[in-house]
């Protein structure tokens, strides 16, 4: 059992992506789901619900994609936190909150030929989907190489959708529906694969008006007539724009909090997939084989590629998941679990609770100065009024 296992490791530390591609090219399972949206649309809360309604027939692969949450309401296969520790890359290269999200996603994305070939084995094991959750800030996923670099290489390997969350609160705006229409055409184009937007959060407001303002033009103008905005002029010249852009969107309208609306939604779901196998799937073809072509004109080992830079510890690797131990949430990834710290950790967080002391007390100081100098100040005050 234990060479089994080794085997199985052995050929997974040895997979390279152009020689996978080429020698099986699209597979035809799993179907992988990317989820995308604003900040705040609902995003993991989705993908939940998603992962729940699609157990039953569809098996669903989770992947979490998003470094820097703290925990996800579902249990993952895949999980970019057992890979790259987001706390330490922040720590090690000096990055604010999102370049440590970039940067954590390059990381993990050096491993894209294992993490293909795990989704493969998915797909051969009778997991019929494979649906990612990406991170909160939408644009540090579509605009970034490593986020191209994901989606482009589960393109051409698997049938590969896009679903967009949209919050229905916040786009009662009309200004605040067309920003969010103008990201969903920009990822559209982007992405070159089929889109369906799950208007989410129909539980406290109808999505009704959203689906009318994208059919009916003169709608959408009375709306915008009722807010006084400088930028009204701009909307209502996109708002003519996107018309094409509208006649072949296709939406459902869902709640990820009730599960309303999710039976409609995996219908939708399936018709993105036969869109792919129809319209998309020639196209990536033909990309594959031409990638294919320029990495083997211009492909050196990977030695010299190896000597030539230094490596970076990248914390865990990619490997299959444990056994299903039942339980269905994971709340803490291994690597934010608490532990005990060293010497030097501890002498690090001994001086850190040092300085915040002497900054505490000469805060404190300050504020009993200011208290001494007002209360002085009202005695004099009140002298000056006592005298005749």
């Given amino acids: 059992m234990a060479a089994k296992a080794s085997s199985s490791e052995a050929s997974l530390d040895n997979i390279k992506l152009e020689a996978l591609s080429l020698s099986e090219g699209i597979q035809d399972a799993p179907v992988c789901i990317i989820v995308l949206g604003m900040a705040g649309s609902g995003k993991t809360t989705f993908t939940r619900s998603l992962i729940q309604h699609a157990q039953e027939k569809f098996n669903p692969y989770v992947v979490n994609l998003d470094p820097a949450c703290r925990e996800v309401p579902y249990a993952t296969h895949i999980d970019i936190r057992d890979t790259v520790n987001y706390k330490e890359v922040m720590k090690q290269y000096q990055l604010g909150p999102n370049g440590g999200i970039v940067t954590a996603l390059n990381m993990f994305t050096t491993k894209m030929a294992k993490f293909a070939e795990l989704v493969r084995r998915a797909g051969q094991r009778g997991h019929k989907w494979c649906i990612i959750d990406t991170p909160g800030q939408i644009e540090v996923f579509t605009w970034s190489a490593s986020g191209n670099i994901i989606t482009e290489g589960l393109a051409t390997m698997f049938p590969t959708i896009i679903v967009y969350v949209m919050d229905v609160v916040r786009s ?120 294919l072509a320029e990495q083997q004109a211009t492909f050196q080992p990977a030695s010299t590629v190896e000597d030539s830079g230094t490596a970076v510890p990248m914390g865990l690797d990619l490997k299959d998941p444990p056994p299903y131990s039942g339980n269905n949430m994971f709340l803490m990834a291994p690597g934010l679990v608490p532990q005990q710290m060293d010497s030097e950790e501890q002498e690090d967080d001994t001086e850190t609770d040092g300085k915040g002391n002497a900054e505490e007390q000469n805060f404190q100081t300050f504020v009993q100065s200011h208290l001494t100098a007002q209360e002085s100040k009202r005695n004099k005050f009140m002298q000056g009024q006592q005298k005749p």
């Fill in 172 to 291: 009662a705006c009309p200004t605040t529906f067309m920003s969010n229409m103008l990201y969903a055409c920009s990822i559209l184009y982007k992405t070159r694969l089929p889109f369906l937007v799950a208007l989410n959060k129909i539980d406290l407001k109808d999505c009704s008006f959203v689906q009318e303002w994208m059919t009916d033009f003169e709608v959408y103008q009375d709306a915008l007539e009722q807010e006084q905005s400088f930028v009204n002029n701009l909307t209502r010249t996109m708002s003519l724009t996107l018309d094409t852009f509208y006649e072949n969107l296709v939406t459902c309208g869902v709640s990820a909090k009730t599960g309303v609306g999710f039976a409609q939604l995996l219908k939708h779901v399936l018709d993105c997939v036969k869109e792919y196998e129809k319209d998309y799937k020639p196209v990536y073809e033909k990309m594959r084989k031409e990638r």
